[in-house]
């Protein structure tokens, strides 16, 4: 049935897509569609993962915390080729899976909720069962072995009358082990709920009823007995809590004895959670399969329970490969044709793109109509999709392995030197780039900047954001608090991230700068033109302090071999400029007493005095968002860009420029483009080769 | 779907199979082997069971003038870098001369080529993305003794992955986080905080649980993966070529993870979860107690652990040493610098000889767990500043039962590193014809 769905779908795309090719570019709207190269399946890497099961079932707590760390390939960890998944893996998702599924079906209430049926309870011969009640004849007790799964206060809850006979009430005794009993009075000759508090030990115990006051008149036919009918523990009452999570997953409420009501309702529920996790409607032989163990999961429990029925198809669907992998289907393998993803598939490309998670139901509903492949819809998704909080992915895991963000957490400045770099300055640094690196992003930029601010002013604005700790690393005379505050920078040579604190410290040694780093990085991550990699045998530290000179002078040594000349003449005048800010990121004019140099000269001739005057000129490069492009480009379709991709990278470019110059509008036209919304098998001979070469953008302009 | 498979895919796709621990025979293999060799491997049949073997990696490679003893034969002194290790002098067996030929980069990359070779003696492909090895050396060796444990073998590392960012000149981060291959494309990421290798290993059923409940919860488990492994093969017909690589490692996982349902979980007492927040110092020192622990409870007989990732530039300020690892290496000669790399060496292998002192006290039943364990130590590089792959350091500990005859120090100028682990391999009775580029031929002596 999934399988017919997915081809009228598939041949409707077809139909549509190749209709808007025409009515966006009236031409060149043959059914031939152009090469969108090979992406490899890609599994969830560990963002993605728990953002889903964050987004699908409100699990908040990162269940990829323990996973195995993703590998990553040319800087992303979302491609298919590098993410690779081995027994560890599934060991850590199986893991992962049977915790999600236990806590989103745990009842409002406690750990432990357990009705004891009667003939569970051991007794003697003067208790006897009838029907689904034991009747105690005389004193005597009946007990029941239970694990109390932590310590503290259980509640005991008895369903129970008597006989009445002589002139006391029934008493009923309740304990654990040993211990004295609680004394309860059963004074009602009709079944009636009582309930008994006492505290223990997590682990094994005796439950042990009692009849205490049994009374006989055989000459007056009087006969006092205890009837128990249900018998339920729950607690510890100090854990118990409402669960919101159970509440969102159940679509239905299960009724009580009855099988197929409940049958019914688990479908219900796997259903709706097996479309978001699964990214499209699952066929009915999945629904079957994920209902046969629904109905074992119910058999193997031993009070037969809802909960523990729906916890086993939970897990498979976890543990699915169509959850962990975002599988696009091939109908003909072994033809490298290209052809438009379905719509399903299409979403799911979308959101993983702009959200690092799964599609929501809006995003499905438009799939299962086939309306996403329309380009108006499609256009008006993105654009829901980019306002929507979830987009702060695009911050949090496209910008950061951009920008390297996350360097700073594992920089290690040489405490001797720099005792001034605490953990909080650490953790404010990286604060302050986070939030104004979110001012480029859509989803996190305040209301008035909307599509976030252009991206040239990433390097060249005059302002950041920082809280107190920040404005007095960098000598700013601003009121500032604990929270971050836009901190102007005028009057300094700071400009934008180049400057800021984290990534000064992030490209430097611990005991000193790096202007070879610094500079590496704006080449690599910025210009996306890597220099190339050191002969062998000549990389090396000419930096040690104390050899003499300043740094400048010791590169500018290193800069007279020709052989080193050829890449540092491209990497030390940007990190040059850079050494007005010592290793962790603090304005300075002189370094080992010698005074600091910052003046410079690009390649090209464009000379600058500082390090604000070198942001101003790299602002305006146009490497800068044809760089952007490229790392969009690999983040979102799983590849990077090759050869044949040179024009897709143009358009992008071009739609940018049009635009506002903004990461959005690169965004928008990659995720409009033709590259993202088709797809083809890998030949036999894209198997020797794998990919187009990676771009080799080193002779751009 | 392509019709035709190459003989390299089935050949691969049946070494991942196997080194996740799936029992097929090969029995055309062993007649392949001279004779000498299956000798060689009847002699360790014939011993006592069980062998274990640990991989060890540091990073950025070794000051060798501190490393290398000027005396060979039984009468060597250890050098300075050694010296942590004089209560084990004759446990161990330093080699030197073995080269690593298949590190050598395209270019720049020894560091990648290196970290991927250190154990599979094999080329990396130069790419991002496309990424292509070999199978190394231990999952060979879990083919033969991680049958039926628990862990067929252990991926362990003292640092995570790289999480964004590049790593060496070109080549994929893959290459420079893990050592453990289960095939050319499947690298086995390994496991980093302790607190999580205690969770993975002696974590068992819900305390309090019955019999009864763990055989119901086993059933329910084992229809969850054979649900999504007929999924996974119902999906297998209708990927391209390329993703149905990448399903054959989910399809080869579960059915690893199915087949060790039925274990009862460690007996292993006395394992207590490592505190969070440690300093690295006892960050090594808790991961050391820990393969301890792992391999006295026989939960594995087979681990490869990092040191450190490929290009490390962990900074060892808590010994005074101060800089980046991976920086420092590049000593340009300069003394100074090389005495930092010495101290650094020589932290290294203090914490080398804490596992020894953990693993020699403990008993096995009928030695210590040294004596049947082997361990084999060595880096990406011989020399951090010249990248060599020559001459690299090599340092064994442990006898492996009768394979190796310690306490001694050994050259065997230009030989393949391969082909210590060819000799390794058929020291634990699972001997090869070939390993990784270079392996044609074990090494000889090791054992007399």
Known sequence: ?701 | MSSTVSSRDLLSRRAVLRGAGVAIALPWLESLLPRSLRSLASRAEAAEPPQRLLFYFLPNGIHMPAWTPTEVGADYKLPPILQPLQPHKDRLLLLSGLSNRPARPDGAGDHAGGTSAFLTCSKANKSDSDIRLGISVDQLAAQKLGSGRRFPSLQLGLEGGSSGGVCDSGYSCAYTTNISWAGPRTPLPKLSDPRIVFDVLFRGEDAGQTQEQIAARRRTRKSVLDHVLAQANHLNGRLGQGDRRKLDEYLTAVRSVESRLNDSGPGCAGAKRPEDGLRFDDLARSMADLIVLALSCDLSRVVSYMWGNGLSNRSYAFIGVPGAHHELSHHQNNADIQAKLQAINTYEIQLFAYLLDGLSRTSDGSGSLLDRTLLCLSSDVSDGNSHSHDDMPVLLAGRLGTAIKPGRHLRYPGQPLANLYLSLLAGIGHPQPRFGDDGTAPLTGLDT
């Not at chain 1, 604990?482 to 180049?498: F, M």
């Not at chain 1, 040059?576 to 603090?586: C, Q």
Request: hydrophobic residues 40%; charged residues 25%.
């Open chain 1, 1 to 701: 049935m999934l399988k017919l769905s997915t081809r009228i779908l598939r041949r409707k795309s077809g139909w549509s897509t190749a209709l808007a090719g025409i009515l966006l570019l009236g031409c060149d709207a043959g059914p031939q569609l152009a090469d969108p190269g090979v992406v490899t399946m890609r599994r969830l890497s560990r963002g993605e993962y728990d953002r889903s099961v964050r987004d699908v079932l409100g699990i908040e707590d990162a269940p990829s915390k323990n996973f195995p760390p993703d590998d990553t390939g040319h800087g992303f960890d979302n491609l298919g080729d590098v993410l690779s998944l081995s027994p560890l893996h599934i060991q850590m998702y199986q893991r992962a899976a049977e915790e999600i599924a236990a806590e989103v079906t745990r009842p409002d209430g406690a750990p432990l909720s357990r009705e004891l049926a009667t003939s569970e309870l051991s007794h003697s011969e003067y208790v006897v069962q009838r029907g689904a009640e034991i009747v105690f004849l005389t004193g005597t007790s009946a007990v029941a072995a239970i694990t109390l799964p932590r310590d503290g206060t259980y509640r005991i809850r008895l369903q129970a009358y008597g006989e009445q006979a002589g002139p006391d009430p029934v008493q009923m005794g309740v304990a654990f082990d040993t211990r004295s009993d609680a004394v309860v009075t059963v004074p009602a000759t009709v079944p009636t709920n009582y309930e008994v508090r006492i505290a223990d030990l997590a682990g094994l115990h005796l439950l042990r009823i009692s009849f205490l006051n049994d009374f006989y008149d055989p000459g007056k036919r009087l006969d006092r007995n205890l009837v128990l009918r249900a018998l339920r523990v729950e607690g510890p009452l100090e854990l118990e809590r409402p669960n919101p999570l159970r509440r969102r997953l159940y679509v239905c409420t299960p009724p009580a004895d009855d099988a197929a009501g409940q049958r019914d309702c688990a479908s219900q529920i796997l259903r709706r959670t097996g479309r978001l996790l699964y990214r499209r409607p699952l066929s009915s032989e999945e629904l079957d399969g994920l209902l046969a163990l629904f109905d074992q999961g119910q058999s193997e429990d031993e009070n037969g329970s809802f909960d523990a029925g729906l916890r086993p198809p939970l897990e498979a669907l976890l543990l699915s490969p169509h959850f962990l992998f975002r599988v696009e289907i091939d109908d003909e393998p072994g033809s490298a044709k290209p052809h438009p993803l379905t719509a399903h598939e299409l979403a799911t490309r979308l959101s993983y793109f702009l959200w690092s998670s799964g599609p929501d139901d809006e995003l499905l509903d438009l799939a299962d109509r086939g309306d996403l492949l329309q380009e108006e819809t499609l256009t008006a998704q993105i654009r829901r999709m980019l306002a929507d909080p979830r987009a702060a992915a695009l911050i949090d895991r496209f910008a950061a392995q951009w920008l390297l963000l996350q360097q700073i957490d594992r920089a290690e400045p040489d405490a001797g030197q720099f005792p001034g770099f605490t953990p909080s300055l650490r953790r404010s640094l990286a604060a302050e780039t986070r939030r104004f690196v979110a001012d480029f992003f859509p989803a996190a930029a305040p209301r008035a900047i909307g599509q976030g601010l252009p991206l040239p002013e990433l390097l060249s604005a005059r302002f950041t954001y920082g809280n107190a700790e920040v404005a007095a690393h960098y000598g700013l005379k601003v009121a500032a608090g604990a929270s971050e505050v836009r901190l102007p920078l005028d009057g300094t040579t700071r400009r934008g991230l180049l400057t800021h604190g984290s990534l000064l410290t992030a490209e430097s040694y611990p005991t000193r700068t790096s202007p070879v780093r610094r500079g590496k990085w704006v080449l690599e991550q910025l210009l996306c033109t890597p220099p190339p990699p050191p002969p062998p045998n000549v990389i090396g530290d000419f930096g040690q302090p104390g050899s003499g000179g300043t740094l400048r002078q010791r590169l500018e040594a290193h800069r007279q071999k020709p052989v080193c000349a050829s890449c540092h003449s491209l990497m030390d005048p940007i990190g040059l400029s850079l050494e007005g800010f010592d290793a962790i990121g603090r304005a300075r004019t002189t370094d080992e007493g010698l005074p600091v140099d910052t003046t410079g000269q690009l390649l090209d001739g464009r000379r600058f005095a500082d390090a604000a005057e070198l942001a101003g000129l790299l602002a305006e490069d146009a490497r800068l968002p044809r760089c952007a492009a490229e790392k969009l480009f690999t983040y979102a379709i799983g590849r990077p860009p090759g050869e044949p991709d040179h024009g897709r990278l143009d358009a992008l470019v071009a739609a940018y420029e049009a635009g506002d110059k903004t990461v959005y509008a690169l965004i928008e036209a990659l995720a409009r483009s033709e590259a993202f919304r088709n797809r083809r098998a890998a030949a036999a001979s894209d198997d020797t080769t794998a990919h187009p070469a990676s771009l080799n953008l080193r002779g751009m302009p």
